[in-house]
């Protein structure tokens, strides 16, 4: 039962093997910490692993719910208040979503990122449908993207079709002024006869409606106005100042187009805001129930373990007795 060949030499026993030789070799035996316990332990060690990154996966939803409903309470407000900017146009203009026209321009609004559901993907299958009602021979139609998430999925197939893009839209609070001053700069860079809108229209925190809005060019108005109907009524109001009718006609599409993004943009970000806190809600309650399945799963393990070894001790004192 010796650890090393001894020789004997006189009275005394010199080893064969060295002190240091010993004791590289017990440096290099394992010690009990890292030595793994069967497989059962190994098992548990698996899920106790799981269940911590369940837990702070819930932790981050349930934070990002929270402030998800801090942003959508500021946000809420405004778009509300926005609200009152475009319907005076839709009671002047009328709202004429199936004009037909030669230049259509569609303005996809989305956000910039995502965990809010399905709100880009609703928005993008909207302008892809607007896109191809209005689709034909002699007719043209380009986009404009406001945020990266319509970006990503619209160029895969209408990368040509792309005028402009715009990320980083919602980085800070938007006001009207910075609204119209892009609004500006997407009219002087795009030929149109008619712009429609695409975005999500905010009702609740689990609701939200795809709607399209249509702002139609002064020389469409016109001839709109001539063919009559909604339009027509336009040449019944008393026109003040040195302007013309073209003129007032151009103003008018500039502001309605200015106010109706506006509106847009505030109307998306609360649905994605609100999108988001149904999706980490729902998030948060998955994780619960995760992890509510992980610790039944590591507690039957933890028991089969400890009764198997409690077999093992207990077949080894009999057979010890036997």
């Not at 060949?5 to 006189?10: F, H, Q, S, V």
């Not at 229209?201 to 016109?222: G, I, M, Q």
């Not at 847009?264 to 729902?282: H, I, K, P, Y």
Request: glycine share 6%.
């Amino acid at each position: 039962m010796a650890m090393a060949t001894l020789r004997r030499e006189g009275r005394g026993f010199i080893p064969l093997i060295s002190p240091n030789s010993i004791n590289a070799a017990r440096s290099s035996i394992p010690s009990e910490d890292l030595v793994p316990q069967g497989a059962r332990s190994i098992s548990t060690q698996v899920v106790r692993n799981r269940m911590k990154s369940v837990k702070n996966i819930q932790k981050i939803t349930k934070a990002m719910k929270m402030v998800a409903a801090s942003k959508l309470r500021a946000i809420q407000v405004r778009a509300e208040n926005s609200r009152g900017l475009w319907q005076p146009f839709t009671a002047l203009l009328g709202d004429t979503p199936s004009v037909d026209v030669k230049k259509n321009v569609i303005v996809t609004i989305s956000s910039d990122k995502g965990l809010c559901g399905g709100i880009n993907s609703t928005s993008v299958k909207i302008s892809k449908a607007v896109r191809k009602l209005n689709s034909g021979p002699d007719k043209e139609t380009k986009y404009v993207i406001l945020g990266e998430k319509a970006k990503a999925q619209l160029v895969r197939d209408s990368k040509k079709d792309i005028e402009i893009s715009i990320t980083e839209l919602q980085k800070n609070p938007l006001n009207y002024t910075q609204v119209s001053v892009l609004a500006d700069d997407i009219l002087k860079n795009v030929e149109y006869d008619v712009l429609r809108i695409v975005f999500n229209k905010f009702h609740s925190v689990v609701s939200f409606v795809p709607t399209v809005a249509t702002v139609l060019s002064p020389e469409v108005v016109e001839r709109e106005a001539e063919a009559g109907g909604k339009l027509g009524d336009l040449d019944s109001y008393e026109i003040e100042g040195g302007e013309t009718k073209g003129e007032i006609l151009q103003n008018l599409a500039e502001f309605q187009f200015s106010c109706v993004l506006f509106n847009a943009v505030l109307e998306n970000a609360c649905s994605e805001q609100g999108a988001r806190m149904s999706a980490m809600d729902s998030s948060s309650r998955n994780a619960g129930e995760m992890l509510d399945r992980l610790t039944l799963t590591y507690n039957r393990t933890r028991q089969a373990s400890i009764t198997t070894e409690l077999i093992e001790i207990i077949s080894g004192a009999s057979a010890l007795e036997g």
